[in-house]
């Protein structure tokens, strides 16, 4: 059974106080409301990562993870972080290929493949994000494009290191416009991915991973696209700042 899972990013939102307060009220409202088997992480701004590694210590079914990491070990990389400075604060995930750091910070599938690897290394679990633009959905070349970022991204991995992925299917054109890729849409999308993964590392495998949708998902459309086969929890944008919101998509998965 692959696990559910509900991630929030938060992106570059929140100063160090309001993102405390915002935390505190999570992990309040999941120790009450969420009672099923599904992980809720949070993808905190830098700043907050340490406090909230403190804060979310004893708490079973909360973690939390970092939007980016350097692809090197450490060294003269001003302004970057690294993934054991990350991990060293209790993070255990890490977001890779967001569309936006694809878009504005030129983040190649090659440079990827390398943040990738040394996610895994220092043992955070990437949410690596693939997906199609606007054109692309519309010309139909949007299975190949996500094959390409899938085979180049991640599919020097072996078999056991890929294990520890959880892909996130966003597609750009439903990102932050409230447009949301209908469950039939997103449904088909993810059905593919399994099977790329079925061809690259046999069935086991693609029945294990779990595959996220991401894109204006919010808790009035959450349940009928988790309810889909292949769609197995979120990554949440904008309905991550609340924590309302935030616990009601997780609590989809409550059973
Ligand atoms: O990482 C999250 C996605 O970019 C979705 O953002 P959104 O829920 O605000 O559309």
């Known amino acids: 059974m692959r696990k559910k899972i509900v991630a929030g990013n938060w992106k570059m939102n929140l100063d160090y106080q309001s993102g405390l307060s915002l935390f505190s009220e ?24 340490s406090s909230l590694g403190q ?79 606007r054109e692309e959905r519309e010309s139909g070349a949007f299975f190949d494009v996500i094959k390409t970022q899938l085979t180049d991204g991640l599919f020097h991995l072996s078999k056991e290191a890929f294990a520890s992925v959880v892909l996130a299917y966003e597609p750009v054109w439903a990102i932050g416009t409230g447009l949301t890729a209908s469950p039939e849409q997103a449904q088909e999308v993810h059905k593919f991915i399994r099977e790329v993964l079925a061809d690259q590392y046999g069935q086991e495998i693609a029945d294990n991973t779990s595959i996220l949708y991401g894109g204006s998902c919010n808790p009035g459309n959450a349940k009928d696209l988790f309810a889909q086969a292949d769609i197995d929890g979120g990554l949440i944008g904008g309905a991550s700042l609340k924590s309302r919101d935030f616990i009601d998509i997780a609590k989809v998965f409550n059973g």
């Open 26 to 49: 999570i992990i309040n409202m999941a120790k009450d409301e969420v009672i099923g088997n599904q992980e809720l992480v949070v993808c905190s701004p830098f700043i907050h990562l």
């Open 55 to 133: 804060l979310s210590k004893n708490v079973a079914n909360v973690n939390i993870g970092a939007q980016n990491i350097h692809q090197a070990e450490s060294g003269a990389y001003t302004g970057e972080i690294s993934a054991s400075q990350v991990k060293s604060v209790g993070a255990s995930h890490v977001i890779l290929g967001h569309s936006e750091r694809r878009a504005y910070f030129g983040e190649t599938d090659a440079l990827l493949a390398s943040k990738v690897d040394i996610a895994l290394k220092h043992d955070l679990t990437p949410i690596f994000c693939i997906g199609e633009t």
